[in-house]
Structure formats: C-alpha cells, structure tokens
C-alpha cells in the first residue's frame, strides 16, 4: 500500500505543461514537508522541489522559474506545475513527505509516492 497517491502525468510537446498532484492518505497524521523527486532511466533520483509545513519552498536549479510547487489548504495535497517543459525533464516523478502516521505520531519517516511518467517530447 501507498501512503501518497500521485497523478497529473503524461506526454507533452517541449514548450507545454503539465500539472502534478500528490495527495496523503489518512494514514499519515502530521507533515513536516512534502516535496517532488525524479528519476530519469540510468540516472539517480533528484529532488525537483519541496515546501515545508510552514511554506517555505525549495528548488532545483534547473527548474527555477519554470515549476512551482504549492499545497492545498489542509496541507495534505502538493502541486507542482511545470511550465516551458524540456526534453530533458523527462523522468518518472515521485511525491516525498516528511511525515508521521496515526500509528506512530511522534516518528518522523520518509513517505514515497509511486510514481508519475512525464515524457517531453522534441
């Protein structure tokens, strides 16, 4: 079973968008930060982009001005959405949280999503 159910991927031309959702089970109690992470084939997974419990955000250099990432207001949903899209952005993308679950609230583990394919295409 997966705490974090991802959705919003697909194939895209270069140039266009795409909009990632990462939604948190009721499993999981309290979030200290949820962020973005991809993969692409051969290479090691990245962080893309994160924002804590209190709206602090982070990102990759690469993607600076083009993703944003944001949350919903129960804070158990994060965005990101992915403008001027390049073929190199193509990986699969993976939603993190930095969370406890109602069976352990005062532990602090890493939450993964199962994964998103963007594919940009030239």
């Known amino acids: 079973q997966v705490q974090l159910v991802e959705s919003g991927g697909g194939l895209v031309q270069a140039g266009g968008s795409l909009r990632l959702s990462c939604a948190a089970s009721?499993?999981?109690?309290?979030?200290?930060?949820m962020g973005w992470y991809r993969q692409a084939p051969g290479k090691q997974r990245e962080l893309v982009a994160g924002?804590?419990?209190?709206?602090?955000?982070n990102y990759a250099d690469s993607v600076k001005g083009r993703f944003t990432i944001s949350r919903d207001g129960a804070k158990t949903t994060v965005y990101l959405q992915m403008n001027s899209l390049k073929p190199e952005n193509t990986a699969v993308y993976y939603c993190?949280?930095?969370?406890?679950?109602?069976?352990?609230?005062?532990?602090?583990?890493?939450?993964w999503g199962q994964g998103t394919q963007v594919t940009v295409s030239s």
């Open positions: 993190h949280a930095d969370a406890s679950s109602v069976l352990a609230p005062q532990t602090w583990r890493a939450y």
């Open positions: 009721r499993i999981i109690s309290s979030i200290k930060a």
């Open positions: 924002i804590t419990s209190g709206g602090d955000t």
